[in-house]
């Protein structure tokens, strides 16, 4: 009964978890659309150009370079540049964490049926490998801006690694485990 409960807390966990990670990831696209749409909706332009937040620096770039018609200006299209793939780099790792609890709620799944060898598993571990793996490499490149200057950094993010790791450590242990199941099922 305890396992059975332990397991569903931590299902039901996943699903907030992902969620929440799915309401952030929708947000962060929604905000610079409805700032594009109705800019004095969330701020005003009178403020100083150093007390910009990242989304209003966002928002103005496409506004004053994209909409207007006029060509870029380096600094403009190198300001756009920086906010894509911000936004990028926030919105794959939300989504690459989302795919890697649904695989996880799957596994817990199948635990809960007491199918713990399947080769569902397997494959689902090895999916978790993959996305933590992709994370880490994602979460290492950093890129933002702090007032005028654009900063290009490389630092390692050792958890999505370790979790990676991980996963792939239970890939190992858990393909050996579904073939010692099969062979036991063909068994007499």
């Not at 966990?13 to 749409?37: D, G, K, M, N, R």
């Not at 701020?43 to 018609?69: A, D, M, R």
Request: glycine share 4%.
């Amino acid at each position: 009964m305890k396992k059975n409960l332990a397991l569903t807390t931590l299902y039901w966990l996943c699903i907030l978890i992902q969620v929440y990670f799915l309401v952030t990831t929708l947000l962060s696209v929604a905000v610079p659309i409805l700032l594009h749409f109705f800019p004095d909706m969330f701020f005003n332009f009178t403020k100083t150009p150093e007390s910009f937040s990242f989304l209003q620096v966002f928002h103005y770039t496409i506004t004053k370079t994209v909409t207007n018609g006029q060509p870029l200006e380096q600094g403009a299209l190198i300001t756009f540049l920086y906010s894509c793939l911000f936004y990028t780099q926030f919105i794959s790792i939300k989504i690459l964490a989302i795919l890697s609890l649904q695989e996880f709620k799957n596994f817990i799944r199948s635990t809960k049926r007491l199918q713990t060898f399947l080769y569902q598993n397997v494959q689902s571990f090895k999916k978790i490998s993959m996305y933590t793996l992709v994370i880490f490499l994602i979460s290492s490149v950093n890129w933002f801006m702090i007032g005028g200057s654009k900063i290009f950094s490389f630092q390692l993010n050792l958890l999505p690694l370790i979790i990676g790791i991980s996963a792939y450590t239970f890939y190992e242990v858990f393909k050996e485990g579904n073939f010692l199941f099969e062979e036991n099922l063909t068994t007499i």
